[in-house]
């Protein structure tokens, strides 16, 4: 078979396989040229009359510049005289994109015709670097980068240097940038860069920076810094420097407030203080009960010191004059605060019980009840008055037993029940008497007077009982019940009004000093001996221009006693001779105190008169004066071994009892 041949400089010839053109064959001259960097240039010539009649010819193009390109195409003897020559250029290589074609049609009418086809082929290439901009058909994304071509390096220009779509995207390009999660300017030393040809964007609170730097990048208070010194103390490497809290002298010894301390950094982490260990605040125990005052300033203590006597290392008690009281111990039927929550006699502890006025037929009506006593144990009562009244109740519970006029109808005044049961009375024209629930067994009169006798105290010692007595004008008597009273001395003018003591050799009288119920007075008594044995008390706080006189007064302890009287005037006693006034109720009473008890510092009752159609019932705590209870008749005395156990008694009948 017999072709054309292609022909240029290096003579490139378009022919059948195996066949080679012959010289009087017509042929086709194409000159080619292209105006860019091309890779390839394909001529391709082709029957025009028939389908699968062509060859082809491709040129490699190695100095990828601008050039012509000269071929000669001769007809195949089979072919017909119409010839379609195609050239076409491709980007980069002959697989490269086809970026420029020509077609043309030939005819050559006979033998020995040589046809002239000049061909110019161009393809956009504005930046020259061999590649074709999209538009052209090429592969270039910015034909205005010579930087910018397929496989091309990346390199942080803000262009799309190899043509991947991306921009600056390159595997480790650009600068490394580390992450700042306290936002404080610094980056964390410790994690891995992010390389980027810019400060990458903002991931929730990270933020990139260019510099790794931060010791604690959890810390915005932690970064290089230039000071000598940090400006924290909190046990961390605030400046990254690797030393921690310069600057600041910690581990030196302190005692401050205790001794056996070191500085350590403070709370607030802006110095130093002292770890030494605290001291314990230790507060009065007054009462014993185990429970600190609230209300006293603490004492501290350091460990291994001694604690100051009588303090505990709490403060639980609300009223540390009463050792019934305190926080933690279970509440009683008492008529107090027991558990320090503010309540009295809370959760039915009292079994429905409380104060009352009794109604029993032997107490009401128009008795005039002057005095109450009750034995050791509580029981018996013992109730007597003006006229002879006289009533008891020896059974809990149990309805007074009328026994008026059994002793005569003195108006007794004061009275006092042996361990036996039985009641010892004192009252006026000097008048004694003795009864034992059944019978009146004594009754006898002081042999130097007809005074009233106002105070009786009795002491039992074996089988003998003791008393000591005195009355109204100044005097002072002991008496052993089967044998005569023995005077010891005359006072006159003064007057007694109330006696108490706790022994035969220690007895306190109060009364009056004038004997016109003007100036409070008070005498206290060894027992024996005459007028000078006695020795006056000094009394100190009593206002200016007081007018009266003291009532009644009653020692609880070689300490502690207290007297009352007119005008709500309450007296207590350091111990020995003087006597101080307590502050009156908040109320501002005026009335006339008419008797009182002193068990212990924090159980001091007493009753009054306040008017002609009141008598209140009061105690005094550590924190004041509490009212017990109001009735609406003035009442004239009360007796209690305990507080869970309390009488009290008055004028029209009236007897008061708690818990009834």
Same mark, same amino acid.
């Given at each position: 078979?017999?072709?054309?041949?292609?022909?240029?400089?290096?003579?490139?010839?378009?022919?059948?396989?195996?066949?080679?053109?012959?010289?009087?064959?017509?042929?086709?001259?194409?000159?080619?040229?292209?105006?860019?960097?091309?890779?390839?240039?394909?001529?391709?010539?082709?029957?025009?009359?028939?389908?699968?009649?062509?060859?082809?010819?491709?040129?490699?193009?190695?100095?990828?510049?601008?050039?012509?390109?000269?071929?000669?195409?001769?007809?195949?003897?089979?072919?017909?005289?119409?010839?379609?020559?195609?050239?076409?250029?491709?980007?980069?290589?002959?697989?490269?994109?086809?970026?420029?074609?020509?077609?043309?049609?030939?005819?050559?009418?006979?033998?020995?015709?040589?046809?002239?086809?000049?061909?110019?082929?161009?393809?956009?290439?504005?930046?020259?670097?061999?590649?074709?901009?999209?538009?052209?058909?090429?592969?270039?994304?910015?034909?205005?980068?010579?930087?910018?071509?397929?496989?091309?390096?990346?390199?942080?220009?803000?262009?799309?240097?190899?043509?991947?779509?991306?921009?600056?995207?390159?595997?480790?390009?650009?600068?490394?940038? /580390?992450?700042?999660? =306290? @936002? !404080? $300017?610094? +980056?964390?030393?410790?994690? &891995? #860069? *992010?390389?980027? %040809?810019?400060?990458?964007?903002?991931?929730?609170?990270?933020?990139?920076?260019?510099?790794?730097?931060?010791?604690?990048?959890?810390?915005?208070?932690?970064?290089?810094?230039?000071?000598?010194?940090?400006?924290?103390?909190?046990?961390?490497?605030?400046?990254?420097?690797?030393?921690?809290?310069?600057?600041?002298?910690?581990?030196?010894?302190?005692?401050?407030?205790?001794?056996?301390?070191?500085?350590?950094?403070?709370?607030?982490?802006?110095?130093?203080?002292?770890?030494?260990?605290?001291?314990?605040?230790? /507060?009065?125990?007054? =009462? @014993? !009960? $185990?429970? +600190?005052?609230?209300?006293? &300033? #603490? *004492?501290?203590? %350091?460990?291994?010191?001694?604690?100051?006597?009588?303090?505990?290392?709490?403060?639980?008690?609300?009223?540390?004059?009463?050792?019934?009281?305190?926080?933690?111990?279970?509440?009683?039927?008492?008529?107090?605060?027991?558990?320090?929550?503010?309540?009295?006699?809370?959760?039915?502890?009292?079994?429905?019980?409380?104060?009352?006025?009794?109604?029993?037929?032997?107490?009401?009506?128009?008795?005039?009840?002057?005095?109450?006593?009750?034995?050791?144990?509580?029981?018996?009562?013992?109730?007597?008055?003006?006229?002879?009244?006289?009533?008891?109740?020896?059974?809990? +519970?149990?309805?007074?037993?009328?026994?008026?006029?059994? %002793?005569?109808?003195?108006?007794?005044?004061?009275?006092?029940?042996?361990?036996?049961?039985?009641?010892?009375?004192?009252?006026?024209?000097?008048?004694?008497?003795?009864?034992?629930?059944?019978?009146?067994?004594?009754?006898?009169?002081?042999?130097?007077?007809?005074?009233?006798?106002?105070?009786?105290?009795?002491?039992?010692?074996?089988?003998?009982?003791?008393?000591?007595?005195?009355?109204?004008?100044?005097?002072?008597?002991?008496?052993?019940?089967?044998?005569?009273?023995?005077?010891?001395?005359?006072?006159?003018?003064?007057?007694?009004?109330?006696?108490?003591?706790?022994?035969?050799?220690?007895?306190?009288?109060?009364?009056?000093?004038?004997?016109?119920?003007?100036?409070?007075?008070?005498?206290?008594?060894?027992?024996?001996?005459?007028?000078?044995?006695?020795?006056?008390?000094?009394?100190?706080?009593?206002?200016?221009?007081?007018?009266?006189?003291?009532?009644?007064?009653?020692?609880?302890?070689?300490?502690?006693?207290?007297?009352?009287?007119?005008?709500?005037?309450?007296?207590?006693?350091?111990?020995?001779?003087?006597?101080?006034?307590?502050?009156?109720?908040?109320?501002?009473?005026?009335?006339?105190?008419?008797?009182?008890?002193?068990?212990?510092?924090?159980?001091?009752?007493?009753?009054?008169?306040?008017?002609?159609?009141?008598?209140?019932?009061?105690?005094?705590?550590?924190?004041?004066?509490?009212?017990?209870?109001?009735?609406?008749?003035?009442?004239?005395?009360?007796?209690?071994?305990?507080?869970?156990?309390?009488?009290?008694?008055?004028?029209?009948?009236?007897?008061?009892?708690?818990?009834?």
């Amino acid at each position: 078979m017999r072709g054309l041949a292609l022909f240029s400089t290096a003579l490139f010839v378009l022919h059948g396989a195996g066949c080679l053109p012959w010289a009087s064959e017509a042929a086709v001259r194409v000159e080619v040229s292209y105006h860019f960097k091309a890779g390839c240039i394909t001529v391709s010539a082709r029957d025009a009359e028939g389908r699968d009649r062509e060859a082809s010819e491709r040129l490699e193009v190695l100095d990828r510049g601008p050039s012509t390109v000269v071929l000669a195409v001769f007809r195949r003897q089979s072919w017909s005289h119409t010839l379609e020559i195609t050239t076409t250029a491709h980007e980069q290589s002959c697989e490269g994109p086809e970026v420029a074609r020509d077609v043309r049609t030939v005819k050559l009418e006979k033998k020995g015709d040589i046809e002239q086809l000049a061909i110019s082929l161009d393809a956009p290439d504005a930046d020259g670097d061999g590649y074709v901009a999209l538009a052209g058909g090429g592969t270039d994304c910015d034909d205005a980068d010579k930087n910018s071509q397929p496989g091309g390096i990346e390199v942080c220009d803000d262009h799309d240097n190899d043509c991947d779509g991306t921009v600056d995207q390159a595997q480790g390009l650009g600068s490394p940038w /580390y992450p700042d999660v =306290d @936002g !404080d $300017g610094f +980056g964390d030393r410790s994690a &891995a #860069p *992010v390389m980027s %040809c810019s400060q990458p964007p903002v991931s929730g609170t990270t933020r990139y920076v260019q510099n790794a730097t931060d010791c604690r990048d959890s810390d915005p208070k932690t970064y290089p810094r230039a000071d000598a010194n940090e400006a924290r103390c909190d046990d961390l490497d605030d400046d990254c420097d690797g030393t921690v809290d310069e600057g600041f002298a910690k581990g030196t010894a302190c005692s401050t407030p205790c001794p056996g301390g070191q500085y350590v950094c403070n709370a607030s982490k802006d110095g130093l203080s002292c770890n030494a260990p605290a001291p314990t605040s230790y /507060y009065p125990d007054a =009462d @014993g !009960d $185990g429970a +600190g005052d609230e209300r006293a &300033a #603490p *004492v501290p203590v %350091c460990p291994g010191a001694t604690p100051p006597a009588g303090t505990v290392a709490n403060k639980d008690d609300c009223d540390d004059q009463d050792a019934r009281n305190r926080r933690g111990r279970t509440e009683a039927c008492d008529d107090r605060d027991n558990t320090c929550d503010g309540q009295r006699d809370e959760g039915g502890v009292c079994g429905g019980k409380g104060w009352s006025v009794l109604s029993d037929p032997a107490l009401t009506g128009t008795r005039q009840w002057k005095t109450v006593a009750i034995g050791p144990s509580g029981l018996p009562v013992w109730v007597a008055g003006d006229n002879g009244v006289l009533a008891v109740r020896t059974t809990a +519970g149990q309805s007074f037993k009328s026994l008026d006029t059994n %002793c005569g109808t003195t108006n007794w005044r004061a009275s006092w029940v042996r361990p036996d049961g039985h009641v010892f009375l004192s009252g006026d024209n000097g008048r004694l008497a003795e009864h034992d629930g059944n019978t009146c067994l004594l009754q006898t009169t002081v042999a130097t007077s007809t005074n009233s006798l106002t105070g009786l105290q009795g002491f039992t010692s074996g089988t003998t009982t003791q008393f000591y007595i005195a009355d109204q004008q100044g005097r002072m008597y002991s008496w052993t019940p089967g044998s005569a009273t023995q005077e010891h001395y005359n006072e006159t003018p003064p007057t007694y009004y109330g006696l108490h003591g706790l022994s035969p050799t220690q007895l306190i009288a109060v009364g009056d000093k004038n004997g016109n119920d003007t100036v409070p007075y008070i005498i206290g008594y060894p027992g024996s001996g005459g007028l000078p044995a006695r020795t006056q008390h000094t009394l100190t706080g009593v206002p200016g221009g007081y007018s009266g006189a003291l009532r009644a007064v009653w020692m609880g302890s070689s300490s502690l006693a207290y007297a009352v009287g007119d005008a709500g005037l309450v007296m207590k006693w350091n111990g020995a001779t003087d006597w101080t006034r307590v502050n009156p109720p908040s109320d501002g009473t005026s009335a006339a105190f008419t008797s009182v008890v002193a068990l212990d510092p924090s159980s001091i009752y007493t009753t009054d008169a306040s008017s002609l159609t009141t008598g209140v019932i009061r105690r005094l705590s550590a924190t004041g004066w509490v009212i017990a209870r109001t009735v609406d008749k003035p009442l004239r005395d009360l007796a209690l071994n305990s507080p869970d156990e309390i009488w009290a008694v008055g004028d029209d009948g009236r007897v008061v009892h708690f818990p009834e």
